[in-house]
């Protein structure tokens, strides 16, 4: 193999990953959500986006759908 390449003549070509790679959003979490997950993703030695992702990817796989009820006016 030689020392040095020169790669500036090669065609450039769009990432075939891309579309596999992850959204950036911005979401606004309890104080406490935040807490419970770094808790949790420090025990698991993983960024608690992460484990916030493995999570929410676990409620995908499995088509859990969340119940919510709200209390009734009268």
């Known amino acids: 193999m ?11 070509r769009k990432n075939p990953y891309a579309s596999k790679l992850k959204k950036s959003v911005t979401m606004r979490l309890s104080e406490d959500v935040v807490v419970y997950f770094k808790g949790m993703a420090e025990e698991a030695g993983m960024p608690y986006q992460s484990l916030i992702n493995l999570y929410l990817r676990d409620c995908l796989a499995n088509h859990r759908k969340i119940q919510i009820k709200w209390p009734q006016s009268v």
């Open 2 to 12: 030689k020392a040095e390449y020169d790669l500036s003549k090669l065609p450039s």
